[in-house]
């Protein structure tokens, strides 16, 4: 064992010499006597060991790595004198590196008891502060150290570490240019300022921190590796891979550089090369969930699907961390499976209810694997092949115990698709309505108090969840409308009298009639249920209830008087859109300038964050109007992705704004506002906004340029504008059908709704429309009121959008798009390296007419 010298590195991590650290605690004149020790030293005639003797050779032992011997010492010294805070502060670390957090906490917490002025303490105290999470603590033990020895680099590091996971970026990157003027060249500061810079949204600063962090360590792999990745966000993606293959020169085991070249040959479409550069990454570390991840990202992109999600499957088995869910989630979007594969059923179920994306993106995949069940196809089929003729429970289940009613009660997949978002699909739906025309007869059934089994009624509850986020959009004939009339009105009379309400009448009614138009509901909320029933009295009742009481609550910001923005309130009143159940989950929030440089690298828009004398970004408040907010799934997507975010959000509807306001209290944001105004006359307010985001809104206005004009009176300058439009191009289909709505009459009221629903899927007209039915607005009550029947819709072509954007004098920033659209125009229009020219992106979308069927969703910017 190599005895530690005056000029070694101390062993408490303070980065200081010995002699100016802890060699301190040797001027203690305490003696300790260990009996073993003591014998061999009196045999020889040697005077007994002093304390400063017994910790100089437990320090050697602990710098050594000989942390049970160093131990064992520091222990024998504290048997003799209690309060040497040297002893405790250097057990605590040797607890620290044992992975016991807590135990070190509290023994160099007795170290500083006895030593308040013991800045090593205080700094070793922040780490382990840091390690459990507690970093509010952690930071203050870090200021302590640094007010006792201001010239602690590392410390001022660890503190920029700490104020980083609190997400203070600002004070983070102040903290790392201290320790900078401390240690100019400490490489592995200048790569976590080069961090924190690229979390921050100024990756040109960030490249130019890990830049000057290999200037100081040539053979610092891990900056490299960030330096790809900055590069890689930046569209430099032949310059990434070649950072990235100088990480792995230095490192050919570095597992993170394998993963990250990997995304950077995806992202130049070599999917072979990316997904060899994952396995490498796996070959070195068969944990790593992230690896996994983008492997199955890979796989997907080459219609490798199975592969894709037994990838993915092995990563959540390895983490569950919400990137990786996201991912998952992200990797089923949308897709349809034409078979089965291992597990795959319950994940989607997870992903649907938790959910790890918006339910509604995740139907698709649920509906096929649902419609795939072997039971549940068998009473599909009997549904689809009766149609319209109706069949009773016993008919279309099967006895009680057979295998597809057991399927339909039993599939937990089916349920929380039902109970999450609205089924999509016209066979499922189909089923589904005879269904509940099957719990109508058993409800009304001579039986005086029909019951159910527990798990028939749980699948009666939660399609009576979906009749009512679908706004009871399903097909009802007149004897079916007579008989649930009849029994709604015996639900009434019961709770009128204050009688008990048979479980099974409560469940149909619902499946009919929202419950929250009963009399009395309110009497059945403090009641015991079944847990599936007590759910649907809160999805039908309780969070109703709420809404009305914000009705009075919302402030009017301006009148609404403009012709057309009435008739478009009176129907966002009667049908707000879109009814929702849960949301994306909210990702960690960024700064604008960050959030535009991810979804648009490519965009040449100047950055809207203010910066101060030093170069660091000013922690202002982000000022954000929403202006037509709907219920609120806007607003809070907008709330939780920006940082310092204050959300205005309008909206002619009251309704709509109140079950905004109800999912945002569910949510715990406390940074939105909501009001009831009108675009039109919103000029008049005296409120500027650094964002101003309506999409889908302008072009249901009688005028949407003087609309788009309103709102960009109320921009402030260089702020940035995100809008929405219909494209002529990829309309065709909705004006289609919106012509045979026209020529047959149908009017906006939902028996009319229903009965045309039910014709465009007529065998005569389903082939027609086939567009139409696969579309996910068709299949729910204000959806498709806002798809085929709506009172004003304007269309838009690039070159019209092109020529509004020069009469307003706005910059065109980028389109909001799937990346793969963004490479096929890349291909087809290499010299267009912005991706910002209209006439390009028109000729584009005349050969690509589905290109923006989800509107032409772009951001625009204010010159400054």
């Known amino acids: 064992m190599k005895k530690i010298s005056r000029n070694d590195p101390c062993p408490c991590n303070s980065g200081r010499k010995y002699k100016h650290c802890c060699q301190q605690f040797e001027e203690t004149s305490t003696t300790l006597t260990v009996a073993t020790r003591l014998v061999n030293r009196r045999a020889k005639g040697l005077p007994d060991p002093s304390i400063p003797e017994y910790f100089q050779t437990a320090i050697g032992y602990h710098q050594a790595g000989n942390l049970p011997w160093a131990e064992a010492i520091y222990r024998q010294i504290l048997q003799a004198a209690p309060d040497h805070p040297g002893a405790l502060h250097f057990l605590g670390l040797i607890a620290r590196q044992m992975g016991k957090n807590e135990i070190a906490i509290e023994l160099i917490g007795k170290a500083l008891a006895f030593k308040p002025d013991y800045a090593e303490a205080h700094s070793n105290l922040g780490n382990a502060l840091k390690d459990q999470g507690r970093l509010e603590e952690a930071v203050a033990s870090y200021r302590k150290a640094l007010s006792l020895a201001p010239g602690f680099a590392?410390?001022?590091?660890?503190?920029?570490?700490?104020?980083?996971?609190?997400?203070?970026?600002?004070?983070?990157?102040?903290?790392?240019?201290?320790?900078?003027?401390?240690?100019?060249?400490?490489?592995?500061?200048?790569?976590?300022?080069?961090?924190?810079?690229?979390?921050?949204?100024?990756?040109?600063?960030?490249?130019?921190?890990?830049?000057?962090?290999?200037?100081?360590?040539?053979?610092?792999?891990?900056?490299?590796?960030?330096?790809?990745?900055?590069?890689?966000?930046?569209?430099?993606?032949?310059?990434?891979?070649?950072?990235?293959?100088?990480?792995?020169?230095?490192?050919?085991?570095?597992?993170?550089?394998?993963s990250n070249l990997g995304n950077a040959l995806r992202e130049q479409g070599k999917l072979d090369e990316s997904i060899a550069s994952y396995r490498n990454a796996l070959s070195h570390r068969p944990d790593y969930a992230e690896a996994c991840s983008n492997l199955g990202n890979a796989l997907r992109e080459q219609g490798k699907l199975d592969e894709a999600i037994t990838s993915y499957q092995r990563a959540l088995q390895i983490r569950e961390s919400p990137e990786i869910k996201s991912g998952f989630a992200q990797c089923i979007k949308n897709i349809y499976f034409t078979h089965e594969i291992p597990d795959i059923r319950f994940l989607v179920a997870r992903a649907i209810s938790e959910p790890w994306e918006r339910p509604a993106d995740l139907a698709n995949p649920a509906i096929s694997l649902v419609k795939l069940h072997p039971g549940i196809k068998e009473c599909i089929t009997r549904a689809t092949s009766a149609w319209p003729a109706e069949l009773s429970q016993h008919e279309l289940l099967g006895p009680p115990g057979a295998f597809a009613f057991a399927s339909i009660c039993d599939d937990v997949l089916l349920h929380r698709l039902l109970e999450n978002t609205t089924v999509c699909d016209m066979e499922l739906e189909r089923f589904l309505t005879m269904a509940r025309n099957a719990l109508l007869d058993e409800a009304i059934s001579e039986k005086k108090c029909p019951v159910a089994e527990e798990r028939i009624l749980a699948f009666y509850c939660a399609l009576a969840r979906q009749c009512f986020i679908n706004e009871y959009i399903f097909d009802c004939s007149g004897k079916e409308s007579t008989c649930a009339q009849l029994l709604r009105e015996r639900v009434a009379a019961a709770l009128a009298a204050g009688s008990r309400v048979p479980v099974l009448w409560l469940v149909a009614v619902a499946a009919y009639f929202p419950l929250i138009a009963l009399p009395f509901i309110e009497s059945l909320l403090d009641q015991s249920w079944p847990d599936a029933v007590a759910g649907l009295l809160v999805q039908q009742a309780r969070e109703p209830l709420e809404e009305r009481q914000y009705r009075d609550l919302i402030p009017r910001l301006t009148p609404i008087t403009d012709e057309t923005s009435r008739l478009v309130q009176k129907q966002y009143e009667e049908n707000p859109y879109p009814r929702w159940v849960k949301s994306a989950p909210g990702d960690r929030a960024i700064s604008i300038d960050a959030y535009l440089r991810e979804r648009l690298p490519f965009s040449q828009f100047k950055p809207m964050n203010p910066v101060d004398k030093i170069g660091n970004k000013k922690n202002e408040t982000l000022d954000i109007l929403i202006a037509g907010c709907g219920t609120g799934q806007h607003s809070i997507a907008t709330a939780q992705r920006y940082q310092n975010a204050k959300v205005l959000a309008v909206d002619l509807s009251l309704t709509s704004l109140c079950y905004a306001k109800r999912k945002t209290r569910e949510a715990g944001l406390g940074n939105i506002e909501y009001a009831q105004a009108d675009?039109?006359?919103?000029?008049?307010?005296?409120?500027?906004?650094?964002?101003?985001?309506?999409?889908?809104?302008?072009?249901?206005?009688?005028?949407?340029?003087?609309?788009?004009?309103?709102?960009?009176?109320?921009?402030?300058?260089?702020?940035?504008?995100?809008?929405?439009?219909?494209?002529?191009?990829?309309?065709?289909?909705?004006?289609?059908?919106?012509?045979?709505?026209?020529?047959?009459?149908?009017?906006?009221?939902?028996?009319?709704?229903?009965?045309?629903?039910?014709?465009?899927?007529?065998?005569?007209?389903?082939?027609?429309?086939?567009?139409?039915?696969?579309?996910?607005?068709?299949?729910?009550?204000?959806?498709?009121?806002?798809?085929?029947?709506?009172?004003?819709?304007?269309?838009?072509?690039?070159?019209?959008?092109?020529?509004?954007?020069?009469?307003?004098?706005l910059v065109f920033v980028g389109f909001s798009l799937d990346p793969g659209v963004i490479n096929q125009y890349a291909v087809r229009f290499p010299a267009d390296q912005s991706h910002t020219d209209l006439d390009s992106w028109h000729l584009f979308e005349t050969a690509n007419p589905d290109t923006f069927t989800g509107m032409y969703q772009f951001w625009v910017q204010r010159h400054g």
């Open 154 to 258: 590392e410390v001022y590091a660890n503190l920029g570490n700490a104020l980083k996971g609190q997400g203070k970026l600002d004070e983070a990157i102040a903290s790392y240019r201290k320790a900078l003027t401390l240690k100019p060249d400490f490489a592995e500061i200048h790569c976590l300022l080069g961090n924190a810079l690229n979390e921050q949204g100024t990756p040109d600063e960030a490249i130019a921190s890990y830049r000057s962090a290999l200037t100081h360590k040539t053979d610092f792999a891990e900056a490299y590796c960030n330096l790809g990745n900055v590069l890689n966000t930046q569209g430099r993606l032949n310059e990434a891979i070649i950072s990235f293959s100088k990480a792995l020169q230095l490192k050919p085991h570095f597992a993170e550089a394998h």
């Open 679 to 809: 675009i039109m006359a919103l000029g008049s307010t005296e409120r500027r906004f650094d964002i101003i985001e309506s999409v889908g809104v302008l072009h249901h206005l009688a005028d949407p340029i003087a609309g788009w004009r309103q709102l960009l009176s109320l921009l402030r300058p260089g702020g940035f504008m995100r809008l929405g439009f219909y494209s002529e191009y990829a309309r065709q289909n909705e004006t289609a059908a919106q012509n045979f709505v026209i020529g047959h009459g149908y009017r906006p009221v939902p028996e009319d709704i229903r009965r045309c629903r039910q014709d465009l899927m007529s065998m005569e007209n389903a082939a027609r429309f086939k567009q139409i039915l696969s579309a996910r607005d068709f299949y729910g009550m204000s959806e498709c009121r806002d798809l085929l029947f709506h009172v004003q819709e304007h269309r838009y072509t690039l070159p019209q959008l092109k020529k509004s954007l020069k009469e307003l004098n």
